[in-house]
């Protein structure tokens, strides 16, 4: 009895994990992708806005291996130096691919209500991001970032609305999260602003204030404030484009 109850969870255990692999080979996100599929998509996506992407990424690779070619002919032995520039080829061109992707990125949603969300979607695991935190009917949106370098609201928007909108959101998260005080700033290209491309790097570079438990903490009691929202009913990324959060983060 006992070994056909094991045959038969061995029997479902196999099922399930069939199962789950014809999934993440349909799935259209790309957390359930391959390494491998997510540089091609990836390389599809940018391409489409990046004409110039394919002579940079081989232009990478090139590099590498003439810079090879050349020390072989002065440091012998040349065909170890010429391999080495082989095995730098591939790590060059994925390089200027996340490099360049971020860039098709950005100029993909430039100018879109809710781009914010794209450069916060940039930073690494240690943020939590929430996108469209409010939003008012003429599309002002306040975004949010908590992680070690503090607690900020990003507006974007009509400057003159979104100082407002951002004032009321920062005093509402000062009370909630106590142990710290949001920095406010708001996306675009004018002076005081900071631009789309450069937003998840100034957020990165600023002192950090937080550690670990710290930012558990205010992350824990900014969801008590979030449980008080209405709920919007709006499409997840940058508005009004559907877009899925985790496309061209380059991982």
């Not at 002065?74 to 790590?91: D, E, H, K, V, Y």
């Not at 503090?150 to 100082?163: A, F, H, S, T, V």
């Not at 937080?210 to 008590?224: E, P, T, W």
Request: charged share 25%; aromatic share 6%.
């Amino acid at each position: 009895m006992a070994s056909e109850k094991a045959k038969e969870l061995a029997r479902q255990q196999k099922a399930a994990a069939k199962a789950e692999k014809l999934r993440r080979k349909n799935s259209d996100n790309p957390r359930d992708w391959g390494q491998w599929k997510q540089i091609t998509e990836t390389y599809k996506l940018s391409a489409q806005y990046d004409k110039k992407l394919h002579l940079y990424v081989i232009g990478a690779v090139v590099a590498c291996i003439l810079l090879g070619v050349l020390l072989g002919l002065l440091i012998r032995p040349w065909w170890m130096w010429t391999l080495i520039g082989l095995m730098f080829a591939a790590p060059a061109a994925l390089f200027v691919l996340l490099q360049r992707s971020k860039k098709a990125t950005y100029s993909r949603f430039a100018g879109q209500a809710g781009s914010g969300e794209v450069a916060l979607n940039m930073l690494d695991k240690k943020w939590t991001t929430s996108p469209a935190i409010a939003v008012t009917r003429q599309m002002d949106v306040v975004h949010r970032a908590l992680g070690p370098t503090g607690l900020y609201l990003i507006g974007e928007g009509d400057p003159n609305r979104i100082k407002a909108l951002l004032a009321t959101e920062a005093k509402r998260h000062e009370q909630a999260s106590r142990i710290v005080k949001p920095t406010t700033i708001i996306m675009g290209d004018k002076d005081g602003q900071v631009p789309l491309p450069k937003l998840a790097q100034h957020i990165k570079k600023q002192p950090k204030t937080l550690d670990a438990a710290q930012i558990a903490d205010v992350a824990s009691r900014l969801k008590g404030l979030d449980a008080m929202r209405p709920k919007v009913p709006l499409p997840k990324g940058p508005l009004p484009t559907r877009v899925s959060r985790n496309a061209m983060r380059g991982r």
